[in-house]
């Protein structure tokens, strides 16, 4: 391409989409209202693997990745695949890694369906928790005696606690933990080409890392979506079950009204769903139970909730399949996020020039939608680089090396893309700080003390939309 933005005339600030509607792959579900109660309760997709062959069909990529599928259980994946799920066991991570940290959320008990307010009056929406920190082995040692305890009274309304992302990303560490997930089909696994995750040059912890999760009855991993609307994997080590909510993608403004409603923030808020108000707003919830050896695939955007019935422990990552609904999905929660101030956690226009860069894209439909975005990208940057010059500003190349992570603003935690404004922070030459260009003008209209620094030429960037073309499936073997 050439430079057809240059010279383009602007009046204020240049902000457009990096989303074309026209391009938009969403479902479109149902028309009929009220939905019939018993469409409320859908029967929950699910996979039993006859073989280990199953595992590795194309089949089970599209079923997962289908769009009409919020979530998918398969049933016994671990089995099938012969995983040593013990190596996750409690036993087996006090034996690895006693003294790792665990972080504990502490909660109140109570059945998977209610969630009471304090004053113990009314169900509600809010369910924050207290924060603090342990070790795998006090935690172990809590997880054995809560079992105890239970084998001798029952409890209801005790209070819990619940050990959370423990990370597991250190590959010296938890060697043979990581191994063994390499015994899972490439689209499931932590790290593969086809992952938009793998391609983001830099660890994210609990996305492209595994996440581990320690439980006793109740707890509970309030309602989310993922980071940026990506998939996720989750398998039950056991020995107990986990209970598990999901809603499609399509509902989420809804639920995002209840939770405004009752006064928790959507984003970055703790929430639990009061069920009927759900229904009652003609929105279906998957329930199921996720047994021991099961992996839950959440698909791209689906807001879920998760209870632990009994004791147990579980294992989850991100991942990203390049295909075009994950893409959109991604992209749409990428800008949302800077509508409401909240850190994009995968910095996805720097993620879509290294999947142009890296990846065959075969799917006529996500080879649009990553071009649109690139070409936006080009326009922006463009435009801001033809203003900084016309106003006299210098621009410093200073190319990327290797493993550089994205860079987000100081201020207002967007990505900051390409073209960075470097300030060094109280008077110190090692100090560095990155803004984007307003929150940059904003300490200082005509950037003096600031440096514009460039990691990529126009030239550069061009010869990558330039290359980046769509691989027929037919010529190529690229997944
Ligand atoms: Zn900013």
């Not at 109140?108 to 209610?114: F, G, I, N």
């Not at 991604?330 to 142009?356: D, G, T, Y």
């Not at 990553?370 to 080009?378: F, T, W």
């Not at 005509?446 to 037919?474: A, P, R």
Request: overall charge neutral; hydrophobic content about 35%; charged content about 20%.
């Amino acid at each position: 391409m050439s430079c057809c933005f240059r010279g383009a005339r602007v009046k204020g600030k240049f902000k457009e989409s990096f989303l074309l509607p026209a391009l938009s792959v969403k479902p479109v579900l149902t028309t009929e209202l009220p939905i019939l109660r018993e469409k409320l309760n859908p029967p929950t997709p699910s996979i039993y693997l006859e073989s280990k062959r199953d595992a590795f069909s194309p089949v089970l990529l599209q079923f997962c990745t289908d769009s009409k599928n919020p979530i998918s259980v398969i049933r016994g994946l671990a089995g099938s695949l012969r995983l040593n799920l013990g190596l996750f066991s409690t036993k087996s991570l006090v034996e690895a890694n006693a003294e790792h940290a665990v972080e504990v959320r502490t909660q109140v008990q109570q059945p998977a369906d209610e969630n009471w307010d304090p004053s113990g009056t009314g169900q509600t929406w809010p369910c924050e928790s207290s924060r603090s920190h342990t070790t795998i082995a006090k935690y172990a040692q809590y997880q054995a005696s809560s079992f105890q305890e239970s084998l001798q009274q029952k409890t209801v309304g005790k209070i819990i606690k619940f050990g959370t992302n423990i990370d597991l990303s250190d590959p010296k560490r938890w060697k043979p933990q990581l191994q063994e997930l390499q015994k899972l089909p490439a689209f499931m696994r932590v790290s593969s080409s086809g992952n938009m995750l793998s391609h983001v040059g830099h660890t994210i912890l609990g996305m492209n890392t595994v996440q581990l999760y320690m439980k006793v009855p109740g707890c509970r991993t309030p309602g989310h979506q993922e980071n940026n609307n990506f998939c996720s994997v989750n398998i039950n080590i056991g020995p107990g079950d986990c209970e598990w909510f999901a809603v499609h993608d399509n509902y989420w403004e809804a639920i995002s009204d209840f939770c405004e409603k009752h006064g928790v923030d959507y984003l970055t808020g703790s929430w639990w769903p009061v069920l009927d108000d759900l229904y009652r707003a003609n929105i279906p919830v998957y329930r199921f139970i996720q047994r021991p050896g099961d992996l839950v695939w959440i698909n791209a955007g689906t807001v879920h909730w998760v209870q632990a019935v009994g004791w147990c422990n579980n294992i989850a990552w991100n991942v990203g399949p390049v295909n075009s609904y994950q893409y959109q999905l991604a992209l749409e929660r990428f800008e949302w996020n800077e509508v409401k101030k909240v850190k994009s956690i995968v910095p996805m226009i720097h993620v879509s020039w290294n999947v142009a860069r890296n990846v065959k894209v075969t799917d006529p439909d996500t080879y649009k939608m990553i071009k649109h975005c690139l070409l936006q990208s080009i326009k922006h940057i463009q435009i801001l680089r033809d203003q900084l010059v016309a106003g006299g500003k210098k621009i410093s190349y200073q190319s990327r090396v290797k493993d550089e992570p994205a860079y987000y603003c100081n201020e207002c935690d967007v990505e900051v893309f390409n073209l960075l404004f470097v300030t060094s922070e109280n008077g110190s030459r090692k100090m560095y700080v990155v803004h984007c260009e307003d929150c940059a003008r904003q300490r200082n209209p005509n950037l003096s003390n600031v440096v514009v620094l460039e990691q990529c030429s126009m030239e550069e960037l061009m010869s990558v939309y330039d290359s980046f073309s769509l691989v027929s499936t037919t010529s190529s073997s690229s997944r």
